[in-house]
């Protein structure tokens, strides 16, 4: 069993950054791929950006490209988004997914993680 804890989430202005971290139990961390999605009201849930289980590999959606940085710290089994330039669009729930089946490549599927975080709230105004 693995467990997620999100932290970080908040309100923040139109151009203002962000670090939402991810705490992961499981002695096995260095095999897990990790991901973050998103659900703003009304929508259905959206891949953010995901990193393989050595940090070597990452993926982004077009749309956050340049402005989010995905990384991880094998060390304290922790994974990080640190999100610039933000804009009113980026406002949701923002969810820590893991997936222990150690593929090279990261995942951008939510269907392919099994362990979910419950969720932190990440609203920016205009």
């Known amino acids: 069993q693995v467990q997620l804890v999100e932290s970080g989430g908040g309100l923040v202005q139109a151009g203002g950054s962000l670090r939402l971290s991810c705490a992961a139990s499981?002695?096995?961390?260095?095999?897990?791929?990790m991901g973050w999605f998103r659900q703003a009201p009304g929508k259905e849930r959206e891949f953010v950006a995901a990193?393989?289980?050595?940090?070597?590999?990452?993926s982004y959606r077009d749309s956050v490209k340049g402005r989010f940085t995905i990384s991880r710290d094998n060390t304290k089994n922790t994974v990080a988004l640190q999100m610039n330039s933000l804009t009113p669009e980026d406002t949701a729930v923002y969810y820590c997914?893991?997936?222990?089946?150690?593929?090279?490549?990261?995942?951008?599927?939510?269907?392919?993680?099994?362990?979910w975080g419950q969720g932190t709230q990440v609203t920016v105004s205009s």
């Open positions: 997914a893991a997936d222990v089946r150690g593929f090279t490549n990261p995942l951008r599927v939510s269907d392919e993680y099994r362990y």
């Open positions: 499981g002695r096995t961390f260095t095999s897990y791929g």
């Open positions: 990193i393989n289980w050595s940090g070597g590999s990452t």
